[in-house]
């Protein structure tokens, strides 16, 4: 990848673009009557904030880590396909290309392993396929409303990664490791529960409702265990201690 980091503007500007606009469908969502050039915009909140914005700025990060110009493909894809949703273009072409730049996160992860053992690059390369896999699901018909706990999955073990790559040199009990690993596991489980009442033969059980409540309360169980988790053992117990940034970076994660 070239040196200067002109070549990583774009990819910025279309991510800054993406939050705008999704602040933009978030104001319409609320009964805002602002203009929009696209009348589904509202609609559009999610995606547009999650994969165009949050997305995009994700992967690209990953991109530059990589070093290699072929890597930008993944953030290219992600803007490209947000930008497309949010001018009115056909929605299934921005929904692929969102599906394919999450797909390209994850090989981005997978080529920037540095080792097969490190706990905090598989979390953050599951992340991306759950966030992969929202994203199909979303580009085969799913409501948004289904979705969405994909990809706050795909964010919450992003975060979750990021903060033990960080924390790798704390020494954490395995016991601790234990709970850490079955919070995932809920997660995913809940995720699988909420896909079963989405299929087409669920759709006519009696239970299907209850399914999709009893897959929101694992999955969000599991995410609050995941907090729970990093609260008690993440760096920011330890940098809290010093002072200027580092102490107040610490309190913003802490609090989060």
């Known amino acids: 990848m070239p040196r200067p980091p002109l070549v990583r503007i ?4 279309l991510g800054v673009f993406s939050l705008l606009a999704g602040l933009w469908a978030g104001l319409l969502r609320l009964g805002w009557g602002l203009p929009s050039i696209n009348p589904m915009l509202s ?3 999610g995606p547009i904030m999650v994969s165009g914005f949050l997305g995009t700025l994700i992967a690209l990060e990953r991109a530059v880590a990589v070093k290699k110009l072929w890597a930008l493909a993944a953030p290219g894809c992600t803007g490209l396909g947000s ?7 056909p929605e299934a072409l921005g929904r692929s ?5 999450s797909l390209g996160l994850a090989g981005l992860y997978a080529a920037s392993f540095n080792r097969p053992t490190a ?8 992340g991306a396929l759950i966030w992969f896999s929202g994203n199909a699901l979303l580009l085969s018909g799913w ?15 992003t975060i979750a990664g990021e903060r033990l790559e960080l924390s790798r040199l704390l020494k954490i009990p395995r016991r601790s490791w234990s709970i850490f690993a079955a919070a995932a596991v809920a997660v995913l489980a809940g995720l699988v529960a909420i896909a079963l009442a989405f299929s087409e033969r669920a759709q006519e059980a009696d239970w ?19 907090a729970a988790w990093l609260l008690r053992h993440d760096m920011a117990r330890k940098s809290v ?8 970076m610490a309190l913003s994660l802490l609090a989060g």
């Open 241 to 248: 201690k010093q002072p200027g940034l580092s102490r107040f």
């Open 119 to 126: 706990l905090y690059q598989a979390v953050m390369q599951l």
């Open 143 to 157: 409501p948004s409303y289904g979705v969405v706990f994909w990809w706050a999955a795909f964010l919450v073990f």
């Open 10 to 13: 774009p990819f910025v500007l």
């Open 43 to 45: 609609a559009l909140h």
């Open 83 to 89: 930008l497309l949703l949010i001018l009115g273009f």
């Open 97 to 101: 290309l969102l599906a394919l730049g």
């Open 208 to 226: 299907t409702d209850r399914l999709f409540d009893g897959g929101v309360r694992l999955a969000g169980s599991g995410m609050a265990a995941l």
